[in-house]
T-cell receptor, first 115, second 119 residues
Framework: KAGVTQTPRYLIKTRGQQVTLSCSPI?????VSWYQQTPGQGLQFLFE???????NKGNFPGRFSGRQFSNSRSEMNVSTLELGDSALYLC??????????????FGSGTRLTVV | AQTVTQSQPEMSVQEAETVTLSCTYD???????LFWYKQPPSRQMILVIR??????QNATENRFSVNFQKAAKSFSLKISDSQLGDAAMYFC????????????????FGTGTLLAVQP
């Protein structure tokens, strides 16, 4: 069973540019969540998608957006990049069950560096 | 809002010895889930163990076990017979059973504990 695939693994962008990161969940998983990991702020929840609908959103500016496609693949976009957006972006997929303790399966992340 | 606190930024253990990582959390909810995740240098977060709050019995997975104290809001991880491969960053995480109006898979993480295993 293939794991969660995130592309690209590494990315270097210039301030002011925009970037799109991709996440392909495990087959059959309908929930995809995104997290930002930085040394200063730790792991912070960005947003969660389920069946193409955003189900939950973290406290990030509107420059951060995402979407999910009908095959459950998800993309997140960051516009007008700032130096502080440099981080490891992790994607996690899960079966979704109300009140059920399904664990997540994480990808290996995309390391974004903004210069 | 829920919070998760890991008060030990770094820990060290000798190979084959036992180590306990601490985690406390704050919530007003009565039903929730708690997790320990491991993040090795490969960056991928790996689920180590999980605990449902409604279960009084502590979860165990091979060499990994938890001490879940619901009243104290404490969720520590014990690693027995530590191995070199256990060296990693360990994160404690909380998941509510419900988001307002619906389910959620949002995880709230602690700041992590970096575990070193000495040969």
């Amino acid at each position: 069973k293939a794991g969660v695939t995130q592309t690209p693994r590494y990315l270097i962008k210039t301030r002011g540019q925009q970037v799109t990161l991709s996440c392909s969940p495990i087959s059959g998983h309908r929930s995809v969540s995104w997290y930002q990991q930085t040394p200063g702020q730790g792991l912070q929840f960005l947003f969660e998608y389920f069946s193409e609908t955003q189900r939950n959103k973290g406290n990030f500016p509107g420059r951060f957006s995402g979407r999910q496609f009908s095959n459950s693949r998800s993309e997140m976009n960051v516009s007008t990049l700032e130096l502080g957006d440099s981080a490891l972006y992790l994607c996690a997929s899960s079966q979704s069950g109300q009140g059920l303790a399904y664990g997540y399966t994480f990808g290996s992340g995309t390391r974004l560096t903004v210069v | 809002a829920q919070t998760v606190t890991q008060s030990q930024p770094e820990m060290s253990v000798q190979e084959a010895e036992t180590v306990t990582l601490s985690c406390t959390y704050d919530t007003s909810e009565s039903d929730y889930y708690l997790f320990w995740y491991k993040q090795p240098p490969s960056r991928q977060m790996i689920l180590v163990i999980r605990q449902e709050a409604y279960k009084q019995q502590n979860a165990t997975e091979n060499r990994f076990s938890v001490n879940f104290q619901k009243a104290a809001k404490s969720f520590s991880l014990k690693i027995s017979d530590s191995q070199l491969g256990d060296a990693a960053m360990y994160f404690c995480a909380y998941r509510s059973t419900m988001n307002y109006g619906g389910a959620t898979n949002k995880l709230i993480f602690g700041t992590g504990t970096l575990l070193a295993v000495q040969p």
